[in-house]
């Protein structure tokens, strides 16, 4: 079976720098996702972990512990446009499962 | 846009009905996934194909089937459907048999409401 755990919601200001976790339980790992999805739409891809470390792109960073079964997304310079819901993805296998997301306000 | 078409954008039926929902996936990706989304139950997956075979089956109810054609288009069918399906169904594409690299591409969704 498959456990993806993040937290339900999260508030943060504007310009700060805000971090998403999510811990996972999987027999299997093939990779490790982060998703945006703003309200009413499509998810869009942000980031991918396959190997421990740190991954940076732009004001967005992930990083992966596969011992530890845990991940965390890093938000830098947060702008209102980042108040989202942010979800955390395990491959195993050949399906991709989703955490129930992170829903994130940006305020002013 | 992601390449990735799903139709109908919207589908309003009554319980015990079937409805069909289609997804043309982006050209050149042989594999298609489906999601249900429901506000209490996040993203949850229901089944990957690749190339016309079943390649993965999540929390698919028995109501619920799918397949995907030569021309790699894919259909959801539900039936006998129950207020509790009411949800945004999401398709997504990509190149390979596995998302690899994170290149899974999601369509806009069907919003299923039953009444």
């Known amino acids: 079976g498959q456990n993806i755990d993040q937290p339900t919601e999260m508030t943060a200001t504007e310009g700060a720098i805000v971090q998403i976790n999510c811990t996972y339980q999987?027999?299997?790992?093939?990779?490790l996702f982060w998703y945006q999805q703003h309200a009413g739409e499509a998810p869009t891809f942000l980031s991918y972990?396959?190997?421990?470390g740190l991954e940076e792109k732009g004001r967005f960073s992930s990083f992966l512990s596969r011992s530890k079964g845990y991940s965390y997304l890093l938000l830098k310079e947060l702008q209102m446009k980042d108040s989202a819901s942010y979800l955390c993805a395990v491959e195993s296998g050949y399906a991709l499962n989703f955490g129930k997301g992170t829903s994130l306000l940006v305020t002013p | 846009d992601s390449g990735v078409t799903q139709t109908p954008k919207h589908l309003i039926t009554a319980t015990g009905q079937r409805v069909t929902l289609r997804c043309s996936p982006r050209s050149g990706d042989l594999s298609v996934y489906w999601y249900q989304q429901s506000l209490d139950q996040g993203l949850q997956f229901l089944i990957h194909y690749y190339n016309g075979e079943e390649r993965a089956k999540g929390n698919i109810l028995e109501r619920f089937s799918a397949q995907q054609f030569p021309d790699l288009h894919s259909e959801l069918n539900l039936s006998s459907l129950e207020l509790g399906d009411s949800a945004l169904y999401f398709c997504?594409?990509?190149?390979?048999?596995?998302?690899?690299?994170?290149?899974?591409?999601f369509g806009e969704g069907s919003r299923l409401t039953v009444l």
């Open positions: 997504a594409s990509s190149a390979y048999t596995r998302v690899d690299t994170g290149e899974l591409f």
């Open positions: 972990n396959v190997l421990d």
């Open positions: 999987t027999s299997g790992f093939n990779g």
